[in-house]
Antibody, heavy 120, light 110 residues
Framework: QLQLQESGPGLVKPSETLSLTCTVS??????????WDWIRKPPGKGLEWIGS???????YYNPSLKSRVTISVDTSKNQFSLKVTSVTAADTAMYYC????????????WGQGTMVTVSS | EIVLTQSPGTLSLSPGERGTLSCRAS???????LAWYQQKPGQAPRLLIY???SRATGIPDRFSGSGSGTDFTLTISRLEPEDFAVYYC???????????FGQGTKLEIK
C-alpha cells in the first residue's frame, strides 16, 4: 500500500529556508504517469498547490511561489523534497506531500501533513 | 489564472438531508480535470470525485458530481454523520501547468 510521510523542522526563522522531505513507501517514485507534489494549507485558509516534480526532474511551480521554491526527487532514496527560501510568517502552514495522477490530474494519495511555523 | 469560487461558504444540514455544493470557475474548464476532495479536522484531504463525475476508489455512491463549463456540483444524497467536513473543488490547467483549489465549503451539522 502506497504511503507518503513528510519530515522536517516544525519551526523556521524568518528569512531562512524551509526544507521538507517526503518519503514514499509501497511503490517506486519512478512509476510512470505520476508526479510528486507539495500542497499547503495556512491556518484558517484553503489549500494552495506549491509545485510538482516528475522522477526525471521535470518540475512545475505555482507562479506565485516560483521564485522561492525548489522541488527535487531522489530516486535512490525514494524521496522528494521541498525548499522554500526567504520565508515569512505567510509561509506558516500545514504542508502536505501528495501524488498526482497525470490522466485526470488529481491528488490521489496524500501524506498526513506536517505543520511548519515561521517565527523568530 | 483560473479562480474557483465555492458556495455556500458554510452549509448547515441535518443527517439524512441532501447536500448540494457548488463550484464555479472564472472561465470554462475541462470537466476531465475537475475534482472534489473531503477534509476532516486533523486529516489530509481525500479524493472523492475526479473527471467531474467519477467516484474515486472506495467512495460511497451517495456522493455524486456533475457539471460542465464553468459550473460544477457535488451532491451528497443522504448525509451521514461522517460526511460533515470541509469540501474543496480543484482544477488543473495546462497553460501554464497549474492546479488551483476553491476556498472550500464547510458542511456542518444543523
Amino acid at each position: 500500500q502506497l504511503q507518503l510521510q513528510e519530515s522536517g523542522p516544525g519551526l523556521v526563522k524568518p528569512s531562512e529556508t524551509l526544507s521538507l522531505t517526503c518519503t514514499v513507501s509501497g511503490a517506486s517514485i519512478s512509476s510512470s504517469g505520476y508526479y510528486w507534489d507539495w500542497i499547503r494549507k495556512p491556518p484558517g485558509k484553503g489549500l494552495e498547490w506549491i509545485g510538482s516534480s516528475y522522477y526525471s526532474g521535470t518540475t512545475y511551480y505555482n507562479p506565485s511561489l516560483k521564485s522561492r521554491v525548489t522541488i527535487s526527487v531522489d530516486t535512490s532514496k525514494n524521496q522528494f523534497s521541498l525548499k522554500v527560501t526567504s520565508v515569512t510568517a505567510a509561509d506558516t502552514a500545514m504542508y502536505y506531500c501528495a501524488r498526482s495522477y497525470t490522466v485526470f490530474y488529481t491528488f490521489d494519495i496524500w501524506g498526513q501533513g506536517t505543520m511548519v511555523t515561521v517565527s523568530s | 489564472e483560473i479562480v474557483l469560487t465555492q458556495s455556500p461558504g458554510t452549509l448547515s444540514l441535518s443527517p439524512g438531508e441532501r447536500g448540494t455544493l457548488s463550484c464555479r470557475a472564472s472561465q470554462s474548464i475541462s470537466s476531465s480535470y475537475l475534482a472534489w476532495y473531503q477534509q476532516k479536522p486533523g486529516q489530509a484531504p481525500r479524493l472523492l470525485i475526479y473527471g467531474a463525475s467519477s467516484r474515486a476508489t472506495g467512495i460511497p455512491d451517495r456522493f455524486s458530481g456533475s457539471g460542465s463549463g464553468t459550473d460544477f456540483t457535488l451532491t451528497i444524497s443522504r448525509l451521514e454523520p461522517e460526511d460533515f467536513a470541509v469540501y474543496y473543488c480543484q482544477q488543473y490547467g495546462s497553460s501554464p501547468p497549474m492546479y488551483s483549489f476553491g476556498q472550500g465549503t464547510k458542511l456542518e451539522i444543523k
